[in-house]
């Protein structure tokens, strides 16, 4: 009976954009004023206010907003300091965008190992922190997987580390109650379309750092107009940033932050939508003796907008063939396993513009390592179907 089922849903297909924030970015196109200091005197403009409510809802003293989460994080390695040839420290298993924000500012991605549950290895962290020298962690919780912050700190702080999180895909969760975002220097968010709230692009940076905040908004283009932000420190933590600090042109506009502002009401909401459908689809997965999920920690409060399971006993060949048979039952699944890079997904052999380093353990995992999107447009039900497909193509018998 099973083995007929086929999805016919989108796994590209988010929610529409809440009416509130249509009406708030139809309103910021008839003004005309579309760019974050074009405000009319004494009013604060859609981006200085998402700003403000975005750094209450993170509970961080500070929040930058800017043009993409890939921005971010480069402006937050500047802004800490990051020199050209520095080694900086990161996740092996991420985004494109984290080495490329290392990349962007002419520094050295050092890449650290990640263990079965796709967490940084400790033990590793701290042999590379020795070994490199390195004075910057750029964290990445990628995929939502958050690992034991407490004791990671305790790491970074042993080894004179200062960590910047790459929240891209943990806006929302927490650590033993406290946000991702608020454990290092910095926070970097995206507000890109796949992720928690959608702008089509875009990112906040949060901090509790006057000084460096304010490199920061020099860095992001504030155009010397920085006292018209949100979230932004007392002036006078300008008073050297702004003659030495670039600007780089990295801002948000009125129209992404009309569209999010009204976002932030549900994300709480959301996130507990989306673990429903993680929940869903793990619930379905649990019973196979073929599919192992990555295990996740007590202290942990994740946003299940994507799910990863390994195949633990199949060579290449055999994963290329279950992602095919998963297709063409409606399942489109990811494999951090393919020789080449495909859409968003990519691992460290791909990075040709960093150093090759080498990382037996992370090669093992990613070799047959899956990942698949869970929008909110996917229905319950859908997303045990979706578990049961899974379930039945990864215990078919190879041809
Ligand atoms: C999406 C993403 C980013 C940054 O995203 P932008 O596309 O630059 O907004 C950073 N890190 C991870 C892990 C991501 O998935």
Known sequence: MVSNETFKGSFTQQEPIPDEAIAAAVAVLRSGRLHRYNVEPGKLGETAMLERDYA?????????????????????????????????????????????????????????????????????????????????????????????????????????????????????????????????????????????????????????????????????????????????????????????MANMSARMDELRAAILRPQLATLEENAKRWNARYDAVAQELEGSNEIVLPRRLD?????????????????????????????????????????EPTGFTSSHAHWHYAERQSLPNTDRVLATLFDMRLPLTFSLEDCHLIGRIIRDVAGDPLP
């Open 299 to 339: 202290g942990e409060f994740m946003v299940g907008s994507s799910i990863q399971f390994r195949l633990p006993d199949r060579d290449a060949a055999s994963c290329r063939d279950f992602v095919g048979r998963a297709a063409a039952r409606g399942v489109e699944l990811k494999w951090f396993g393919a020789a």
């Open 56 to 244: 209450r809802w993170q509970g961080a003293t500070y929040c930058l907003a800017v043009a993409s989460g890939g921005q971010a994080m480069q402006i937050a390695l500047r802004a800490a300091g990051v020199a050209p040839n520095d080694p900086v420290l990161t996740n092996s298993f991420t985004l494109a965008p984290v080495p490329g924000a290392i990349h962007a500012v002419g520094a050295r991605p050092v890449l650290v190992e990640i263990d079965e549950n796709l967490l940084i290895d400790m033990t590793d962290l701290a042999t590379k922190a020795e070994r490199s020298g390195a004075k910057f962690l750029l964290l990445s919780h990628m995929r939502g997987h958050l690992c034991d912050m407490d004791r990671l700190m305790d790491i970074a702080d042993a080894h004179g580390l200062v960590v910047i999180e790459d929240c891209a895909h943990t806006m929302a969760a927490r650590w033993n109650g406290k946000r991702s975002g608020n454990f290092g220097l910095a926070g970097c968010f995206s507000t890109q379309t796949y992720k928690h709230i959608n702008s089509g692009e875009g990112g906040f940076l949060t901090s509790d750092d006057p000084d460096f905040i304010a490199r920061a908004t020099i860095l992001s283009g504030s155009y010397m107009l920085y006292e018209r932000h949100g979230a932004g420190p007392a002036p006078a933590h300008y008073d050297v940033p702004r003659y030495e």
